[in-house]
């Protein structure tokens, strides 16, 4: 008994982890699947074809390319935007501080099918053409949010007696803020920047109600599902996969190499 207790933690820890990372192993394996039909839903052999030609479905490339544009021009926006306001409501107090406090929360909190159908009424009722743009502005919308959370919980932490001392050094409030804030806060940024990202590139509720004619690679495969499942899809799935997982690899790499140079310079 004593034995289960100190490692009841671990099995129970190693079961979740599987359990979320089941769907990720068969989407990876049916990659390398060679389906006998249009559908890539069972397993016919292994093959690498499908990596060596991953844009060979019709489509995919240019609704790839879309959902790639976007993902980088909103994650880009948000963040700037978000990092502002995260600023402004940690640093500052000001009349409405506390409602603007609450707001952020909202477009995390409703539901997508509902900000979606939203969107889209401000969209008709404003004579406004849905399309990239419009999508664009969605994206942004709700990826702010995110962005304000994640760069707020970096600056809760943040010491202002390093900045105190930089302007006691002689140093003005714009150079304070780009040789000592911003370096500090940069993981935090980077990390919002990066959720942002994987939150805009497979979002398919809002962006299906805002897209008018054009077609992201979470609609391509919605449309696609209904007369086939190449496994191209799943070969870019996995890629962008893998792309989110070494970027944030390489931010936690980068905190740990700032914090270990730190300790060292003190």
Known sequence: MRWVRRHVLT???VLALAYLFLPIAVVVAFSFNNPKGRFNFTWSGFTWKNWENPFA???IGPALRVSIELALLSSLIATVLGTLIALALVRYRFRGSATTNMLIFIPMTTPEVVMGASLLTLFVNWRIA????TILIAHILFNISYVVVTVRARLVGF???????????????????????LPL?????????????????DD????????GATT???LFVWGAARVATPPQINV????????????????????????????VLA
């Open 216 to 218: 992201t690679f979470p």
């Open 185 to 201: 806060i940069m993981p935090g940024i980077l990390a919002a920047g990066l959720l942002a990202f994987a939150l805009s590139i």
């Open 130 to 133: 849905q399309g990239f743009g």
């Open 57 to 59: 479905f019709p489509g």
């Open 236 to 263: 870019i799935g996995t890629a962008i996969f893998v792309v989110a997982v070494t970027g944030m690899l390489a931010n936690i790499l980068f905190q740990n190499y700032r914090a270990r140079k730190g300790a």
């Open 204 to 211: 398919f509720v809002i962006t299906y109600f805002n897209a």
């Open 11 to 13: 099995a129970y820890a």
């Open 159 to 181: 010491d202002r007696h390093l900045e105190e001392a930089a302007m006691d050094l002689g140093a003005n409030e714009w150079v304070t803020f780009l040789r000592v804030t």
